[in-house]
């Protein structure tokens, strides 16, 4: 059981640069969640795959954020013209069509905008 | 809009000592989870609390579910310096199985020898 994996783990960027992260579920899992957490807050839900179709989207993604998951395995996640309002820990969460509701979370991907 | 709300935010214990954190959330939902995250790390599954009533119990930590006060409550028994971690509650939003999160604030525990 290899559990969510995200890379990269961290990453520093200069503001206006585009940044992609990957995540890649545990296998068979047919749900994927993207999650954004600031420092001393909870993680705030972002948008939702269901394969490879995004179900749903929160006011939080502006037109600046877009999400993938092509091929209903990996998703990515890319930031264009990042902001220093961006500066966050993104979490990537799944789960499986027979367990729908336990949502399994990965170690994160730490992004810092300089 | 849903919200939802942990009570306290931050909590100082003694080794040895029992203490509950309290969730409350604004509207009716599917069910209530609990967290346990560890400082730079991801979020760990507690419970997962499905219907009115529900307890489940791991370890020193116990968690149940009123739906009717809309009120979960996560009980730490003769706490050990081990349990130190933030704790987050989070509910569901929309009909059957979505599974989008709501989350709490998180109640940042330190237990203390």
């Known amino acids: 059981d290899t559990g969510v994996s995200q890379n990269p783990r961290h990453k520093i960027t200069k503001r206006g640069q585009n940044v992609t992260f990957r995540c890649d579920p545990i296998s068979e899992h047919n749900r994927l969640y993207w999650y954004r957490q600031t420092l001393g807050q909870g993680p705030e839900f972002l948008t939702y795959?269901?394969?490879?179709?995004?179900?749903?989207k929160s006011r939080l993604l502006s037109d600046r954020f877009s999400a993938e998951r092509p091929k209903g395995s990996f998703s990515t996640l890319e930031i264009q013209r990042t902001e220093q309002g961006d500066s966050a820990m993104y979490l990537c969460?799944?789960?499986?069509?027979?367990?729908?509701?336990?949502?399994?979370f990965g170690p994160g991907t730490r992004l810092t905008v300089t | 809009e849903l919200k939802v709300e942990q009570n306290p935010l931050f909590l100082s214990m003694q080794e040895g000592k029992n203490y509950t954190i309290y969730c409350n959330y604004s509207?009716?939902?599917?069910?209530l989870y609990w967290y346990r995250q560890d400082p730079g790390k991801s979020l760990e599954s507690l419970f997962v609390l499905l219907s009115n009533g529900a307890v489940k119990q791991e370890g020193r930590l116990m968690a149940s579910l009123d739906t009717k006060a809309r009120l979960s409550t996560l009980h730490i028994t003769a706490a050990v310096h081990d349990l130190s971690a933030t704790y987050f509650c989070?509910?569901?939003?929309?009909?059957?199985?979505?599974?989008?999160?709501?989350f709490g604030k998180g109640t940042k525990l330190s237990v203390k020898p």
């Open positions: 989070a509910v569901t939003v929309g009909g059957g199985s979505q599974g989008n999160l709501i």
């Open positions: 509207t009716t939902s599917d069910r």
């Open positions: 795959f269901q394969n490879e179709a995004q179900l749903e």
């Open positions: 969460a799944s789960s499986s069509r027979d367990r729908p509701y336990e949502q399994y």
